[in-house]
């Protein structure tokens, strides 16, 4: 179960570091230990305030696109900044995961708008989403040929030019070309030398060049331009971390609490890092130190739900996670840890309330694995074998996913007499280190099974 803390570097993750990747065709599994780098979503029309495309949206959801246009039309009238309304309508679609309309849609744009930048911005950003790599980038170096000459304003023609260079920098890093993504990334701050989060870009790519005094200095830096970004000790801890040397990464936790002694958020970060190397036990104590900075950090509370769940204690999650599931029914991290709890209860009561919160919230996040299979283990705990192992299988098809999500599907398999399947995928989990909620459970399976 993975849950928000910190910000992910690189491929890097903070909670439930080891993964699995099942192949769905023989039952088998293959394992790796780095997750997938963050996926890169094609962008939403970013002058648009909330609300703004809502009568648009529920359009598209109904399929009717060309009234969908119409509206995004008529509302562009009023704001001649905005990108082409073919591009907002693919974005709507993909926010909608309406995949090959998006892409139709985007097509049409390239045709209708072929000279504007944001037609290909998109694209590059998608290509990046899929590892594209040589597309994202002709379609970045195009992106920016189509800025110069006078024909935007000098604040749009300035964020056409720093996307291409973040664009064009995050395919020298997918390449590890850290020198062109360092050129790119000083030319994105030449543009807007306060842009910390494009500082905290940089900063990684200088760490990945070995440069780990100046990538420090350069964190520090980003932190004073932007002071919501995480604390520049905790951002060196993940460097360090995803270099394989925990040490240093224990290190540099340790500094940051010094650094910031009245603020919770490196003591939540530390938490988050040790419950990702299965040492939930140790975090413990951090988080209370967390709440007793700030008895109502919401963070805080989660994280320790989260301890919760990995030493199996699902009243304590039940009690922790209801009130914030009452109060943001739409988060979906907290929905879903707070199904898990209910549903792997005795109680049937709570099993089927758990399982309608799992349903609710894979309708509202139709594109989150980690929903889909929280819904899965529901169908499995309240003796629906079939849908559990067709679900389970879904969310996890073509992707990584967490040891506890092969778990599931191994009882699935145990359950349906597939006990050599089910015998391989426990035994690859559970070699794996790290966080691993049900590994004496699965420990205990696999010793069945082997009798």
């Given at each position: 179960?993975?849950?928000?803390?910190?910000?992910?570097?690189?491929?890097?993750?903070?909670?439930?570091?080891?993964?699995?990747?099942?192949?769905?065709?023989?039952?088998?599994?293959?394992?790796?230990?780095?997750?997938?780098?963050?996926?890169?979503?094609?962008?939403?029309?970013?002058?648009?305030?909330?609300?703004?495309?809502?009568?648009?949206?529920?359009?598209?959801?109904?399929?009717?696109?060309?009234?969908?246009?119409?509206?995004?039309?008529?509302?562009?009238?009023?704001?001649?900044?905005?990108?082409?309304?073919?591009?907002?309508?693919?974005?709507?679609?993909?926010?909608?995961?309406?995949?090959?309309?998006?892409?139709?849609?985007?097509?049409?744009?390239?045709?209708?708008?072929?000279?504007?930048?944001?037609?290909?911005?998109?694209?590059?950003?998608?290509?990046?989403?899929?590892?594209?790599?040589?597309?994202?980038?002709?379609?970045?170096?195009?992106?920016?040929?189509?800025?110069?000459?006078?024909?935007?304003?000098?604040?749009?023609?300035?964020?056409?030019?720093?996307?291409?260079?973040?664009?064009?920098?995050?395919?020298?890093?997918?390449?590890?070309?850290?020198?062109?993504?360092?050129?790119?990334?000083?030319?994105?701050?030449?543009?807007?030398?306060?842009?910390?989060?494009?500082?905290?870009?940089?900063?990684?790519?200088?760490?990945?060049?070995?440069?780990?005094?100046?990538?420090?200095?350069?964190?520090?830096?980003?932190?004073?331009?932007?002071?919501?970004?995480?604390?520049?000790?905790?951002?060196?801890?993940?460097?360090?971390?995803?270099?394989?040397?925990?040490?240093?990464?224990?290190?540099?936790?340790?500094?940051?609490?010094?650094?910031?002694?009245?603020?919770?958020?490196?003591?939540?970060?530390?938490?988050?890092?040790?419950?990702?190397?299965?040492r939930s036990k140790e975090a413990a104590p951090l988080v209370e130190a967390?709440?007793?900075?700030?008895?109502?950090?919401?963070?805080?509370?989660?994280?320790?739900?989260?301890?919760?769940?990995?030493?199996?204690?699902?009243?304590?999650?039940?009690?922790?996670?209801?009130?914030?599931?009452?109060?943001?029914?739409?988060?979906?991290?907290?929905?879903?840890?707070?199904?898990?709890?209910?549903?792997?209860?005795?109680?049937?009561?709570?099993?089927?309330?758990?399982?309608?919160?799992?349903?609710?919230?894979?309708?509202?996040?139709?594109?989150?694995?980690?929903?889909?299979?929280?819904?899965?283990?529901?169908?499995?705990?309240?003796?629906?074998?079939?849908?559990?192992?067709?679900?389970?299988?879904?969310?996890?098809?073509?992707?990584?996913t967490t040891p506890d999500v092969a778990y599931y599907l191994a009882r699935?398999?145990?359950?349906?007499?597939?006990?050599?399947?089910?015998?391989?995928?426990?035994?690859?989990?559970?070699?794996?280190?790290?966080?691993?909620?049900?590994?004496?459970?699965?420990?205990?399976?696999?010793?069945?099974?082997?009798?």
């Amino acid at each position: 179960m993975r849950f928000p803390s910190m910000p992910r570097h690189g491929s890097t993750s903070r909670i439930c570091q080891a993964t699995v990747l099942i192949a769905l065709g023989s039952g088998s599994a293959a394992w790796a230990q780095d997750p997938p780098a963050p996926k890169v979503e094609p962008e939403k029309p970013a002058t648009a305030t909330s609300g703004e495309f809502d009568s648009a949206m529920e359009k598209v959801r109904e399929g009717k696109l060309d009234d969908a246009l119409e509206l995004i039309k008529t509302r562009s009238i009023k704001h001649p900044e905005w990108p082409p309304a073919r591009i907002i309508l693919a974005r709507l679609l993909f926010a909608s995961d309406q995949q090959p309309m998006a892409r139709r849609a985007l097509e049409q744009a390239a045709v209708d708008s072929s000279d504007h930048p944001e037609v290909f911005l998109t694209m590059g950003n998608l290509a990046l989403a899929e590892g594209r790599l040589s597309d994202a980038q002709l379609n970045f170096i195009k992106a920016r040929s189509l800025v110069g000459g006078g024909r935007f304003r000098d604040d749009i023609a300035g964020k056409y030019q720093r996307e291409s260079h973040d664009g064009l920098a995050a395919v020298a890093e997918g390449r590890d070309d850290w020198k062109t993504a360092q050129a790119e990334l000083l030319a994105s701050l030449e543009l807007e030398p306060k842009n910390g989060s494009t500082r905290q870009k940089l900063a990684r790519t200088l760490f990945r060049m070995d440069k780990t005094d100046e990538a420090f200095s350069m964190l520090e830096q980003a932190v004073k331009d932007s002071p919501q970004l995480e604390p520049a000790g905790v951002s060196m801890a993940w460097l360090w971390n995803q270099k394989g040397n925990p040490e240093k990464a224990a290190e540099w936790f340790g500094y940051a609490a010094k650094v910031e002694p009245k603020s919770p958020r490196p003591l939540l970060a530390h938490s988050a890092w040790l419950i990702d190397q299965g040492r939930s036990k140790e975090a413990a104590p951090l988080v209370e130190a967390a709440l007793a900075l700030d008895p109502k950090s919401r963070e805080a509370k989660q994280m320790r739900a989260l301890i919760d769940w990995h030493s199996r204690d699902l009243a304590a999650v039940e009690a922790a996670l209801e009130p914030i599931h009452r109060e943001e029914p739409t988060n979906t991290l907290v929905a879903n840890l707070l199904a898990l709890a209910l549903i792997d209860q005795a109680d049937p009561v709570k099993r089927t309330r758990g399982l309608k919160i799992a349903e609710t919230t894979a309708r509202r996040n139709p594109r989150s694995s980690e929903s889909l299979a929280t819904v899965g283990w529901g169908y499995y705990r309240v003796g629906q074998l079939d849908q559990a192992e067709k679900l389970i299988r879904a969310s996890i098809s073509g992707s990584r996913t967490t040891p506890d999500v092969a778990y599931y599907l191994a009882r699935v398999l145990t359950d349906k007499a597939l006990d050599q399947d089910a015998t391989k995928l426990l035994e690859s989990a559970l070699k794996l280190p790290g966080a691993f909620a049900h590994r004496d459970d699965a420990t205990a399976l696999l010793k069945t099974l082997k009798k």
